[in-house]
């Protein structure tokens, strides 16, 4: 099990919500296509809207271990608590043992506002397990939303079901819609009591995904696509699926990087097989962003990942700490409310210019500089809440807005050795720094509130300008301004070094 | 006659509930085939359900030991490739 990121091209300001300051706001008016319930829909759920996952979370539960399917990027084995990779988790929960699991969460962070069923294997090759979780939680926690992850080869036959439970909100992994290119991707599928391989196998999956993609947008759910991006395999080819996907009626389009490492045991990663470059997704994002809406804040999550997207609280509620725990959901719920309704006045307050005799500058205030200006990659390191508040040795993940003279627009999430935990796996702290220098290619700034002298001098060894000027300012204002001033200072007219090189 | 399931097996759960003998015990450290029930699927499917949905090779051996699914025939990585890789990793 895969889940992938998207993004949206709209300029910041233009929003529907009107927020003004946030780049992330480029997500709604990404998504301006849609109708008005659709877009409600998504305004606060953490993985669908840029601008939500500041504020509010999301929790998966593992409890479904089979799978129906073999993708050449997952290996089955997945019970690996060093890795944060998709598919992976450490406990498998009976329905029971995740309810509890979920409602301990909500009541401990209020913000938890999405559960989801990922995994390990494929939700819905488990309906028993997944329904049965749902089920509970529709009627004990109706204030949390739930989704559905799925390689769709089961979907058609239990849209009813999630249709029953309100689940509004399901992610299709869709990597082809050519079942050529399909059977470089899947050996083969269980289906009618047997084992099919080659390329019937992807055809019957790929029939089966498109009609439970129909079956869902008739009926009214919102529908994300997932697409692994493997280059050389359907790199090309994502772009159709995109075209099609989003005349079915999907909302969103999720362009994810495979991730493949010898050491994963999967046969991309034994074969040698390479995931994309930072530059390879953008460009493949922006290519499909022009047919419709993308989403690149996507942290391709554990399923078992508790907490605000890139943060993993899991350890905190594991099964023998919550055995004991008396919940009182329903008072719960009353404070879950105020929370949210503490957040949206903020969110509110956010989208509003700011007040006279303050200096902040606004990103529109960029519009006004001259065009020849080139634009400008920063790095961000956030611990949430739409703020610079990161130290930058504590960073797991940078935030990557693009700066230039018509916008500040958020381009996606760089992850820093996020596929093993220890230095036992990972070596030594060099080579955490060395990795972080890698996922910042391209990058010409990073913000945190601070920094070691160490990896200061190493960045700008490298050619990144680290600033700990900004701290707790709100992102896309900070970014905004630092492309002000570095204007100002003449340092943007030119194209960058790496740029001329790559023209030249 | 019956299969068995060994070493190696993940405890995924995708065999379990396909057995039409409710043969398959989900036990620790990995699941179990009572071969007192296995009929191999005799009668109710073409092919034994256990062995055409697991996803892990060599871990279902039929009544004669010969495993069901042998090395490289479900992922497709050819087990030199998976050793040499082994031997790579190892000596890091
Ligand atoms: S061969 Fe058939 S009867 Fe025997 S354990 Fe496997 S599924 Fe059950
Ligand atoms: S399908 Fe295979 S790996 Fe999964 S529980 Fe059954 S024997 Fe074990």
Redesign the pocket.
């Known amino acids: 099990m895969l889940k992938l990121q998207v993004a949206s091209r709209a300029g910041v300001g233009a929003s529907a919500e009107g927020c003004a300051s946030s780049g992330c706001g480029g997500s709604s008016a990404g998504l301006s296509h849609l109708p008005e319930h659709i877009r409600a829909k998504v305004h606060n759920h953490p993985c669908y809207s840029e601008e939500a996952h500041h504020h509010y979370a999301r929790m998966h539960v593992a409890v479904a271990p089979a799978c129906n399917i073999q993708c050449h990027y997952c290996n089955r084995k997945y019970n690996c608590a060093n890795e944060s990779r998709p598919g992976v988790v450490s406990e498998l929960l009976t329905p029971a043992q995740a309810v509890k699991q979920v409602l301990a969460v909500a009541a401990t962070i209020p913000q938890m506002a999405v559960l989801g069923i990922a995994g390990p294997g494929d939700p819905l090759a488990n309906p028993e397990r997944t329904l049965a979780t749902f089920q509970a939680l529709a009627e004990q926690a109706p204030d949390i939303k739930l989704c559905v992850s799925t390689n769709g080869l089961a979907l058609p036959d239990l849209v009813e079901d999630l249709c029953a439970l309100n689940i509004d909100h399901v992610t299709l992994t869709i990597n082809c819609v050519d079942p050529d290119v399909g059977a470089h991707i899947y050996p083969w599928i269980f289906w009618k009591n047997r084992r099919i391989k080659g390329r019937k196998a992807a055809e019957i999956l790929i029939e089966r995904q498109q009609q439970g993609l129909e079956m869902l947008v008739a009926r009214g759910v919102l529908v994300k696509v997932n697409s692994v991006l493997i280059p050389g395999v359907n790199d090309e080819h994502l772009k159709e699926v995109s075209r099609l996907v989003k005349a079915k009626g999907a909302f969103l389009h999720n362009v994810m990087p495979l991730i493949a490492e010898p050491e994963h045991g999967t046969f991309y990663g034994l074969m040698g097989q390479r995931g994309p470059t930072h530059e390879e997704l953008q460009q493949l994002q922006d290519a499909c962003a022009g047919d419709m809406a993308m989403m690149r804040h996507c942290r391709q999550c554990r399923a078992d990942a508790v907490g605000m997207l890139g943060e993993d609280r899991g350890a905190e509620f594991s099964l023998d700490k919550i055995e004991t725990l008396e919940i009182d959901y329903p008072q719960a719920m009353a404070r879950r409310r105020q929370v949210h309704a503490a957040i949206e006045a903020q969110r509110a307050a956010a989208a509003q210019p700011p007040a006279k005799g303050e200096i902040l500058i606004s990103p529109t205030a960029i519009k006004r500089v001259r065009r020849e200006t080139r634009p400008v990659l920063m790095a961000v390191a956030t611990s949430g809440g739409g703020l610079i508040n990161q130290h930058f040795g504590q960073a797991r993940e940078f935030l990557v807005y693009e700066a230039s003279a018509q916008e500040v627009r958020f381009i996606g999430v760089r992850k820093v050795g996020a596929y093993c935990s220890g230095p036992e796996d990972c070596g030594e702290l060099d080579w955490v720094l060395e990795d972080t220098l890698r996922a910042l290619s391209g990058c010409e700034v990073v913000l945190c509130s601070r920094i070691g002298f160490e990896p200061w001098g190493q960045l700008e060894a490298a050619g990144i300008t680290p600033n700990g000027e900004h701290a707790q300012e709100p992102i896309e204002q900070a970014v905004a301004s630092l492309y002000q001033e570095w204007v100002a200072a003449g340092r943007v007219a030119m194209p960058s070094p790496e740029l001329a090189r790559r023209r030249a | 006659m019956a299969f068995q ?1 060994v070493e190696g ?8 509930p396909l057995c039409p003998s409710q043969a ?1 015990l989900a036990v620790k450290p ?2 179990l085939i009572d071969t007192w029930r296995c009929n191999e699927c005799e009668g109710q499917y073409a092919d034994p359900q ?1 062995a055409s ?4 090779e060599g ?2 051996l039929d009544a004669l030991g010969i495993p069901s699914n042998p090395p490289g025939s479900l992922t497709g990585i050819p087990p030199e490739r998976r050793a040499a890789t082994r031997a790579e990793i190892g000596a890091r």
């Open positions: 399931i097996c993940v405890n995924c759960w995708a065999c379990l398959i990995h699941f256990c949905i697991c996803p892990v871990v279902i």
